[in-house]
């Protein structure tokens, strides 16, 4: 395995009742003028809202809010948090909603200590020199944002969609009860069920020699997810799957499972280009995109991918070759998805081949993408075709 330095500072609180026993506390011995962050107000159909506000007005905070941060959350909504932050000296931003309220809420908080716009660090022109303190409660399974320090803005105004962030912009706090899940729509529940195990597959294919506990830790966290995510899906008050998909979307990309190997994340690059033109939900992208990778990049190591089929989807690989046990996982993996009702093409969001040039072309900016295959501009062109 590579040499590594793991940093992880969030302390998480997991479970029922974990927001009324230890919020005051967390937010208090940080200040008492907070930016309430949110999206679109399901927090305040379900009651979250009303009860968050409630404890902190009674411990004496002092509340700025900042509602309608977008799915793919926008620059112009970052700008917005950060003049506010600034105006009100606040002391603590605290994201409430899904990981683009989170993401949305990193980059407030680098922004409002970084003497420049905040875009240039998602563009690799600056590094951030600080952060406000951030607090989340988690209120969707899908991307760990609640125990990382990474996030995705979109420019929309340039169509660009970037990732960033910094050992700065780790969650000091994150509060996750599975039943602030409940609400979430069935697509939600599916677009963040294709995110986590995304992050499990960006983790698992990978070019770095002798790996074998990372490798039956994503394995364990994979076949936890296919083995409880239609039950997720089609009960969305079970207290016990939701609790696993929560979970699972934690360990999938807060450092545990990635330490000591390059993961790929040529997919995220790639359908970062799709949703900062066409606006779909991320987890919907990545779906479409994996298995026309996979198909792609299977030569690179078979081996690996019989590796999924066999300890993932439970595959039988007597008698077979890696190379046939390749094609096989990569027919489970879509078998999967279909089985959760996740997209399978691009044409499933009316997206034609128009864009296919450009896509490509901004996906590899900065350079070949990938580490368990380098893509090059004509490879990623040829995998969204054939997703088209």
Same mark, same amino acid.
């Given at each position: 395995?590579?040499?590594?330095?793991?940093?992880?500072?969030?302390?998480?609180?997991?479970?029922? !009742?974990?927001?009324?026993?230890?919020? %005051?506390?967390? $937010? *208090?011995?940080? !200040?008492?003028?907070?930016?309430?962050?949110?999206?679109?107000?399901?927090?305040?159909?379900?009651?979250?809202?009303?009860?968050?506000v409630?404890? @902190?007005?009674?411990?004496? $905070?002092?509340?700025?809010?900042l509602?309608?941060?977008?799915?793919?959350?926008?620059? =112009? *909504?970052?700008?917005?948090?950060? +003049? #506010?932050?600034?105006?009100?000296?606040?002391? @603590?931003?605290?994201?409430?909603?899904?990981?683009s309220?989170?993401?949305?809420?990193? %980059?407030?908080?680098?922004?409002?200590?970084? +003497?420049?716009?905040?875009?240039?660090?998602?563009?690799?022109?600056?590094?951030a020199?600080?952060?406000?303190?951030?607090?989340?409660?988690?209120?969707?399974?899908?991307?760990?944002?609640?125990?990382?320090? !990474?996030?995705?803005?979109?420019?929309?105004? *340039?169509?660009?969609?970037?990732?960033?962030?910094?050992?700065?912009?780790?969650?000091?706090?994150?509060?996750?009860?599975?039943?602030?899940?409940?609400?979430?729509?069935?697509?939600?529940?599916?677009?963040?069920?294709?995110?986590?195990?995304?992050?499990?597959?960006?983790?698992?294919?990978?070019?770095?020699?002798?790996?074998?506990?990372?490798?039956?830790?994503?394995?364990?966290?994979?076949?936890? #997810?296919?083995?409880?995510?239609? *039950? %997720? $899906?089609?009960?969305?008050?079970?207290y016990?799957?939701r609790?696993?998909?929560?979970?699972?979307?934690?360990?999938?990309?807060?450092?545990?499972? =990635?330490?000591?190997?390059?993961?790929?994340?040529a997919?995220?690059?790639?359908?970062?280009?799709?949703?900062?033109?066409?606006? #779909?939900?991320?987890?919907?992208?990545?779906?479409?995109?994996?298995?026309?990778?996979?198909?792609?990049?299977? =030569?690179?190591?078979?081996?690996?991918?019989?590796?999924?089929?066999?300890?993932?989807?439970?595959?039988?690989?007597?008698?077979?070759?890696?190379?046939?046990?390749?094609?096989?996982?990569?027919?489970?993996?879509?078998?999967?998805?279909?089985?959760?009702?996740?997209?399978?093409?691009?044409?499933?969001y009316?997206? !034609?081949?128009?864009?296919?040039?450009r896509?490509?072309?901004?996906? $590899?900016?900065?350079?070949?993408?990938?580490?368990?295959?380098?893509?090059?501009?004509?490879?990623?062109?040829?995998?969204?075709?054939?997703?088209?």
């Open positions: 395995m590579d040499a590594f330095r793991f940093y992880n500072p969030t302390t998480l609180y997991y479970g029922k !009742g974990q927001i009324e026993k230890h919020l %005051a506390d967390e $937010v *208090t011995k940080i !200040g008492k003028r907070v930016l309430l962050l949110y999206g679109g107000g399901s927090i305040k159909r379900n009651g979250l809202y009303d009860k968050v409630s404890i @902190l007005q009674n411990a004496g $905070v002092r509340l700025f809010e509602s309608g941060v977008e799915p793919n959350p926008r620059l =112009s *909504t970052v700008h917005k948090g950060i +003049d #506010i932050c600034r105006e009100n000296n606040v002391d @603590l931003i605290l994201a409430v909603g899904g990981g309220v989170l993401d949305c809420g990193k %980059a407030i908080a680098m922004g409002v200590k970084y +003497d420049g716009d905040v875009w240039d660090i998602y563009q690799r022109k600056g590094k020199t600080g952060a406000l303190p951030l607090g989340t409660i988690l209120t969707l399974a899908a991307t760990g944002s609640e125990m990382n320090s !990474g996030g995705v803005i979109t420019n929309w105004e *340039t169509k660009e969609k970037l990732g960033g962030g910094s050992p700065y912009t780790f969650p000091v706090f994150s509060f996750c009860d599975p039943e602030n899940t409940y609400t979430v729509p069935r697509d939600q529940t599916v677009y963040g069920i294709c995110d986590m195990l995304a992050h499990c597959f960006e983790h698992y294919f990978h070019p770095t020699r002798h790996t074998p506990l990372q490798q039956h830790l994503i394995e364990a966290v994979m076949r936890t #997810i296919v083995e409880h995510a239609k *039950t %997720a $899906v089609e009960n969305p008050n079970d016990d799957a609790e696993t998909m929560m979970y699972c979307s934690t360990m999938a990309l807060n450092g545990m499972i =990635s330490m000591g190997i390059r993961g790929d994340w997919c995220h690059a790639i359908e970062h280009e799709i949703s900062a033109i066409y606006d #779909i939900p991320h987890g919907g992208g990545l779906a479409i995109v994996f298995p026309h990778w996979m198909e792609h990049v299977k =030569s690179a190591n078979p081996s690996r991918f019989a590796s999924l089929a066999k300890h993932v989807f439970g595959v039988d690989g007597g008698g077979k070759t890696d190379a046939e046990l390749a094609d096989i996982a990569i027919a489970q993996v879509r078998a999967f998805y279909q089985s959760i009702g996740a997209p399978q093409r691009l044409a499933d009316e997206i !034609g081949d128009e864009q296919l040039e896509m490509a072309s901004q996906a $590899v900016r900065f350079g070949e993408i990938g580490n368990f295959k380098k893509l090059g501009k004509d490879d990623v062109y040829q995998i969204l075709k054939s997703a088209l």
